[in-house]
Structures are given as structure tokens and as C-alpha cells.
């Protein structure tokens, strides 16, 4: 069975720092991987998704994820996070292709500083 | 971005009645729809995958019987969790697929608590 593991729970951030979350995952076949972001009040949104190809996968507002595969890893990367990036972040997986059974991670609490 | 709306947003109820949740998709058609359920401090777990006029399909662990799902049109998917009980208490999120360009969207979930 494919699971997914988030490391860090509550990271706290000041604003223009770096950001780096890590996401792991168990499964040796191919996967479909994803990042998904929900701001406070807000409902879950696809931040970025990997299907195949290249393995740096840019999403939205500047996130973007490399996926190692010998690392069976999917980290999320920002340069510089701005406040307005304060949110949950949720890290899923898929090994049966599509949206179908999608494993979400127990997410990562980001709180930046202004 | 496409529109998702659930209703209720938040329900209290008494152990042994069944309450039902609706799940609409308000500007796109949804070919699949999920519903997920997120205890505190854990992530979403999938509950059951269901096509537009099939029978749902049931993860492992979750009574088919207690969490019926209807998912009558493209639009309307309804769960109800019937003869709830204070363990039933959760956090019910759901998700539709919309079909042209396989996106999964989700809705604001449904705050259960029964007493």
C-alpha cells in the first residue's frame, strides 16, 4: 500500500527566508505525486502535480517540487516566502494513476513572520 | 476557479439520527466524485469513489451501509451517515473530479459533531 510521510508539522518562516518541505513517500511503482495548499478559511488547492517528465515541476505562486525517485522523495522549494504563504500544505501520492486513491500526507502547518 | 459548495457547513446532532451532506458542483460537471473525512490533527482519509449514476466504491475500513452516497447527477452528490454516533464526529470533505481536464477539486468540507 502507498503512503506518504511529512516531516515537519509547524515550520515558522520570516518573510524573503527560504523554504524547503520535505515529502517521502512508500511505493516502487510509478506514481502520480502532488502538492496541495490550504489557506487559513479556505478550501484545498492544487499547488503543483507530477505525472512525468521532468522531475522539477513548477506550480503556482512560485512553489516548486523536484521529484527524486531514488530518494522516493517530492520535496516542495519557495526562494523567498512572503506572509501571504501562511498556510497548511499537504503532500499526496497516487501509484494508481489519475486522481483515483489519492494518499494525503498529514500535512505541514507554514507560518511566516512578517 | 471552479466552485465547490457543501452543505451544511456545520451540523450538531443527536446519536442515532442520520444526517445527509450535499456536495455540489456549481460550474462544471463532475464524472467522479470523492469523499474524504479528516480526523483532528490527521490528514484526509478517502472514504468512498463514486461515478455519476454507479454504485459507490468503499475504501477498506469504511461501512457502506453507514455512509451511503448517492451521486444522482453530474453536479449533486449527497452522503449521509446514517444512525451517527459520536465517533462518526469528523470533518467530511468532498471532491469532485472534473472530467475534461482531470482536475480534482475540493469542496469546504462539513463540520459533524454528534452528542
Known amino acids: 500500500a502507498q503512503s506518504v510521510s511529512q516531516h515537519n508539522h509547524h515550520v515558522i518562516l520570516s518573510e524573503a527566508a527560504s523554504l524547503e518541505l520535505g515529502c517521502n513517500y512508500s511505493y516502487g511503482g510509478t506514481v502520480n505525486l502532488f502538492w496541495y495548499v490550504q489557506y487559513p478559511g479556505q478550501h484545498l488547492q492544487l499547488l503543483l502535480k507530477?505525472?512525468?517528465?521532468?522531475?522539477l515541476v513548477k506550480g503556482i505562486k512560485g512553489f516548486e517540487a523536484e521529484f527524486i525517485k531514488s530518494k522516493f522523495s517530492f520535496n516542495l522549494r519557495k526562494p523567498s516566502v512572503q506572509w501571504s504563504d501562511t498556510a497548511e500544505y499537504f503532500c499526496?501520492?497516487?501509484?494508481?494513476?489519475?486522481?483515483?486513491?489519492?494518499?494525503f500526507g498529514t500535512g505541514t502547518k507554514l507560518q511566516v513572520i512578517p | 476557479g471552479a466552485v465547490v459548495s457543501q452543505h451544511p457547513s456545520r451540523v450538531i446532532c443527536k446519536s442515532g439520527t442520520s444526517v445527509k451532506i450535499e456536495c455540489r458542483s456549481l460550474d462544471f460537471q463532475a464524472t467522479t466524485m470523492f469523499w474524504y473525512r479528516q480526523f483532528p490533527k490527521q490528514s484526509l482519509m478517502l472514504m468512498a469513489t463514486?461515478?455519476?449514476?454507479?454504485?459507490?466504491?468503499?475504501e477498506q475500513g469504511v461501512e457502506k451501509d453507514k455512509f451511503l452516497i448517492n451521486h444522482a447527477s453530474l453536479t449533486l452528490s449527497t452522503l449521509t451517515v446514517t444512525s451517527a454516533h459520536p465517533e462518526d464526529s469528523s470533518f467530511y470533505i468532498c471532491s469532485p473530479l472534473e472530467g475534461v481536464q482531470e482536475t480534482q477539486y475540493f469542496g469546504p468540507g462539513t463540520r459533524l459533531l454528534v452528542l
Open positions: 463514486s461515478n455519476e449514476g454507479s454504485k459507490a466504491t468503499y
Open positions: 507530477y505525472f512525468s517528465g521532468d522531475p
Open positions: 499526496a501520492v497516487n501509484a494508481e494513476g489519475g486522481y483515483q486513491k489519492v494518499t
